[in-house]
């Protein structure tokens, strides 16, 4: 199975800062790579899958970015409502594999 | 839209079964296929399989191979996932999600989770 390791696992930064989660493949999956967000009491959300292609309806500050075994998702301008546990998720093989997540919490 | 609803909570003992819904609306039950995944505190998420309800095709993780089954009542729009031989580490969270489609293999909606709790 292919191992996805996200990094890091908390993340604290404040409202309009720019921050950056990382996501290590144990082999190349080319571009694809999904990334979700995950929030208390609401469904999972997709936000970019392939890499960097943006769901319909995910804000432009979110972007996705790598390609072979290292992916990022970027969020600019981070807005109150961004904060929570983000996964990735390689979609390029059986079985599909998810990273750990990542905690992004209010500084 | 586009909505998945499961079913509730379920405490359930060792050893025994249980079959978690997932009723879909809002879009063509029988188009998509319809994955399920498992997520069990600070262990993140563990794709289980899925089923495409217009034919029954289903494609597990080998990992839940005899321990998961999938099903779909293309009459009612409902997934079904029913687990068995229950020991502690079948204990959470249950999510259906939609497959996207193309065969693009990620989830873009998700149900809201069903409990699983084993316990004497």
């Known amino acids: 199975d292919v191992q996805m390791t996200q990094s890091p696992s908390n993340l604290a930064a404040s409202p309009g800062e720019s921050v950056s989660i990382n996501c290590k493949a144990s082999?190349?999956?080319?571009?694809?790579l999904a990334w979700y967000q995950q929030k208390p009491g609401k469904a999972n959300k997709l936000l970019i899958y392939?890499?960097?292609t943006l769901q319909s309806g995910t804000p432009s500050r979110f972007s996705g970015s790598g390609s072979g075994t290292d992916f990022t998702l970027t969020i600019r301008n981070l807005e109150p409502e961004d904060f929570g546990l983000y996964y990735c998720q390689q979609h390029n093989e059986y079985p599909y594999t998810f990273g750990a997540g990542t905690k992004l919490e209010l500084k | 839209q586009v909505q998945l609803q499961q079913s509730g909570a379920e405490l359930v003992k060792p050893g025994s079964s249980v079959k978690i819904s997932c009723k879909a609306s809002?879009?063509?039950?029988?188009?998509?296929?319809m994955h399920w995944i498992k997520q069990q505190p600070g262990n993140g998420l563990e794709w289980i399989g899925w089923i495409y309800p217009g034919n029954g095709n289903t494609k597990y993780n080998q990992k839940f191979n005899g321990k998961a089954t999938l099903t779909a009542d293309k009459s009612s729009s409902t997934a079904y996932m029913q687990l068995s031989s229950l020991t502690s580490e079948d204990s959470a969270v249950y999510f259906c999600?939609?497959?996207?489609?193309?065969?693009?293999?990620?989830?873009?909606?998700w149900g809201q989770g069903a409990s699983v709790t084993v316990s004497s």
């Open positions: 392939s890499g960097s």
């Open positions: 999600a939609r497959e996207f489609g193309g065969y693009l293999y990620v989830m873009d909606a």
């Open positions: 082999k190349s999956i080319s571009k694809y």
């Open positions: 809002g879009y063509t039950f029988t188009s998509y296929d």
